[in-house]
């Protein structure tokens, strides 16, 4: 059995992350700062104390890295890059200012750019946080930096990850998919994983 981290895990019952860690091979351990959504750990990227050195398999992080301060973001890589096993990789996704700057550049800003499952998503929500959210005294929800494909790349990079996959979706997906491994595996083994845990 494998070990998936989910970081930013939001409640329990919501379905496997990616067609890969739905296999039953995967075992899913599940980090969240919001104690609300009874995660396995409670705790950061930052700052993933309680999980050892080289122990998970694989990371799953959605739509939480745009949360740190650009200072934090080396940091919370580190951490990925800590927890892994040497032949462990990483999945993470984000918004995709490059999509969302076009829309704002032709002042959409505060228009629906997609219909999301808890509302009307702008480009406004996509760039600070969702509003809503915000207003509910849900703070820890606000974006505080964000990527392009070449930024990301690169923070990954330095990090220590060694080979990176990338794609973009505009609209109406407005985000960024990467895929890095710690050890330099085949081109071969990486795009099958691209194939497992990117979206079709």
């Given at each position: 059995?494998?070990?998936f981290?989910h970081?930013?895990?939001?409640?329990?019952g919501?379905?496997?992350p990616t067609?890969?860690?739905a296999?039953?091979?995967?075992s899913?351990?599940?980090?969240?700062?919001?104690?609300?959504?009874t995660?396995?750990?409670v705790?950061?990227?930052?700052?993933?104390a309680e999980v050892?050195?080289?122990?998970v398999?694989a990371?799953?992080?959605s739509?939480?890295?745009?949360h740190?301060?650009?200072?934090?973001v080396p940091?919370a890589?580190?951490?990925?890059?800590?927890v892994l096993?040497?032949?462990?990789?990483?999945v993470v996704?984000?918004?995709d200012l490059?999509?969302?700057?076009?829309?704002?550049?032709e002042?959409?800003?505060?228009?629906?750019?997609?219909?999301s499952?808890a509302g009307?998503i702008?480009?406004?929500?996509?760039?600070?946080?969702?509003?809503?959210a915000?207003?509910?005294?849900?703070?820890?929800?606000a974006?505080?930096?964000?990527?392009?494909q070449?930024?990301?790349?690169?923070?990954?990079?330095?990090?220590?990850?060694?080979?990176?996959?990338?794609?973009?979706?505009?609209?109406?997906?407005?985000?960024?998919?990467?895929?890095?491994t710690?050890?330099?595996?085949?081109?071969?083994?990486?795009?099958?994983?691209?194939?497992?845990?990117?979206p079709e």
């Amino acid at each position: 059995m494998k070990t998936f981290l989910h970081v930013g895990c939001g409640p329990k019952g919501n379905g496997r992350p990616t067609r890969g860690f739905a296999d039953p091979g995967w075992s899913e351990l599940r980090l969240d700062i919001d104690e609300g959504v009874t995660p396995d750990i409670v705790g950061t990227m930052t700052d993933m104390a309680e999980v050892r050195d080289g122990s998970v398999d694989a990371i799953f992080s959605s739509h939480n890295i745009e949360h740190l301060y650009p200072h934090e973001v080396p940091k919370a890589l580190s951490e990925f890059v800590r927890v892994l096993a040497p032949d462990g990789f990483v999945v993470v996704t984000c918004p995709d200012l490059q999509s969302i700057a076009a829309l704002v550049a032709e002042d959409k800003l505060t228009e629906e750019a997609y219909l999301s499952p808890a509302g009307p998503i702008s480009p406004l929500d996509m760039l600070y946080g969702y509003r809503p959210a915000l207003a509910g005294g849900n703070l820890h929800m606000a974006h505080r930096t964000g990527f392009t494909q070449r930024v990301l790349t690169q923070a990954l990079h330095e990090a220590g990850f060694t080979r990176v996959a990338m794609a973009r979706r505009a609209a109406p997906f407005y985000d960024i998919w990467a895929l890095a491994t710690v050890s330099p595996l085949p081109e071969g083994a990486v795009r099958e994983l691209v194939m497992q845990h990117f979206p079709e």
